[in-house]
């Protein structure tokens, strides 16, 4: 059983960074393939970005490309989602997921096995 937390939301200023945390609880954060998620009122969870086990592997969706970076420290069992330059869109509750046998960078929301409870992100115009 994993257990995941994130933190690090809040309301931001349009142009304003956040760093999202999400740590994992067990020993399997090592081994994990790490993703974070979006999902607006009335919309569908969207994707975010993904990391692979080891850092090696990123993705990330077509709006957030080069304004936000995810990472890991395998050392705290975190994962981190750097977001810069936000925009009002980027609002939404964020998600942080985790994949046990995690070799890639997945991007879809059906390929991990947990789930955590999600903290907002408001972004002011």
């Known amino acids: 059983q994993v257990q995941l937390v994130e933190s690090g939301g809040g309301l931001v200023q349009a142009g304003g960074s956040l760093r999202l945390s999400c740590v994992a609880s067990g020993r399997t954060f090592s081994s994990s393939a790490m993703g974070w998620f979006r999902q607006a009122p009335g919309k569908e969870r969207e994707f975010v970005a993904a990391?692979?086990?080891?850092?090696?592997?990123?993705n990330y969706a077509d709006s957030v490309k080069g304004r936000f970076t995810i990472s890991r420290d395998h050392a705290k069992n975190t994962a981190y989602l750097q977001m810069n330059s936000l925009k009002p869109e980027d609002t939404s509750i964020y998600y942080c997921?985790?994949?046990?046998?995690?070799?890639?960078?997945?991007?879809?929301?059906?390929?991990?096995?947990?789930w955590g409870q999600g903290t907002q992100v408001t972004v002011s115009s």
């Open positions: 990391i692979n086990w080891n850092g090696g592997v990123t």
């Open positions: 997921a985790a994949r046990l046998s995690g070799s890639a960078a997945y991007t879809s929301h059906s390929a991990y096995n947990y």
